[in-house]
């Protein structure tokens, strides 16, 4: 890690009454206030994902969860707060170093390359492991061949992962969306990341397509923490093992699954939903249902 970017170090919360709410943190994102202009998108909004555990980030629209999303990701740097990695406050975070701090997102636009095959489009998210990088190989540099065979092996593993290794020589623009969303992930998964930001990572899904993503999602906690940031409520209530709901820019409710689904507060925020009714698809009438974009 940068040592310029290693400007201070977070102790444990001395109030907190649980070993495991004392541990240090896979991420913890404290007191983060983000404006555009006169609009407040976050006030002073915090969570922490703890190591191993899928953490949920709701609310309703423009409640900020793509703000606090960027912020995680160095995509946006708050007015205020602290993005906390392992106890080591991050300065300095931008999106192409996220891999040096061990993480990983998927974005909600993909980001594919189209001119590129599926299987180097996965390789371009293993660059770290490799000596002389995917640039390298590229530019066949010395020991490049080498790596170059392992990047394969690495994304070619990822890619049978998640069941789509068989698409490896195809380019992204020839495939369904969700075989596309999937690729995103390999892509996110081949660099080994011990923490994994997901954007609305159900958008576009057919709700079969959300079953096996929910699985998928769900047995990745034994390697790494993930932060969810998703409409879905039927799928964040499958597998999240905390949610932080969020509402006009503020934290409103923090806890398992079934604490936040009878939490007044995010029952009210839902305008009035009854309860049983959180476990429903509340996401946006603006899904894409047949995106374009790679
Ligand atoms: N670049 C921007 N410029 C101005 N206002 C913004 C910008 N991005 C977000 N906002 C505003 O900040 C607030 C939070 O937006 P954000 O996109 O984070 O919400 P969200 O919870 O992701 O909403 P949705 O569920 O609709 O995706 C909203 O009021 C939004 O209009
Ligand atoms: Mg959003």
Redesign the pocket.
């Known amino acids: 890690m940068p040592a310029s970017d290693q400007v201070a170090h977070a102790t444990p919360d001395p109030t907190s009454a649980t070993p495991s709410a004392t541990a240090t943190p896979a991420l913890e994102l404290r007191d983060v206030t983000v404006r555009?202009?006169g609009?407040t998108?976050l006030s002073a909004a915090g969570l922490r994902v703890a190591e191993h555990t899928v953490h949920g980030v709701i609310?309703?629209?423009?409640?900020?969860?793509?703000?606090?999303f960027n912020v995680a990701c160095g995509f946006l740097r708050p007015d205020e707060g602290q993005v906390v990695r392992r106890g080591e406050t991050l300065a300095r975070l931008r999106p192409h170093r996220l891999a040096s701090y061990g993480m990983s997102r998927t974005l909600q636009g993909l980001g594919l390359f189209d001119r590129l095959s599926v299987l180097d489009n996965v390789m371009v998210g293993a660059d770290r492991h490799g000596r002389s990088g995917f640039l390298g190989t590229m530019l066949a540099l010395p020991g490049a061949t080498r790596d170059e065979d392992r990047l394969r092996e690495r994304a070619m593993e990822a890619l049978e992962r998640l069941r789509i290794a068989e698409h490896a020589r195809r380019y992204p623009p020839s495939l369904p969306y969700a075989l596309r969303k999937r690729v995103a992930l390999a892509r996110a998964l081949v660099a080994e990341p011990t923490l994994l930001l997901l954007d609305e990572p159900a958008s576009g899904l057919s709700s079969e397509e959300m079953d096996e993503l929910a699985a998928l999602i769900g047995g990745l906690s034994g390697e790494m923490a993930v932060m969810l940031v998703e409409?879905h409520m039927d799928l964040v209530m499958k597998v999240c093992d905390r949610i932080t709901v969020?509402d006009f820019?503020k934290v409103i409710a923090d806890g398992s699954p079934a604490e936040v689904q009878q939490d007044p507060a995010v029952v009210a925020a839902y305008l009035g939903d009854d309860v049983a009714d959180l476990d429903a698809d509340t996401g946006?009438a603006t899904d894409p249902a047949t995106p374009t974009e790679a």
């Open positions: 555009f202009g609009v998108a609310g309703p629209n423009g409640a900020g969860k793509t703000t606090l409409h969020l820019g946006p």
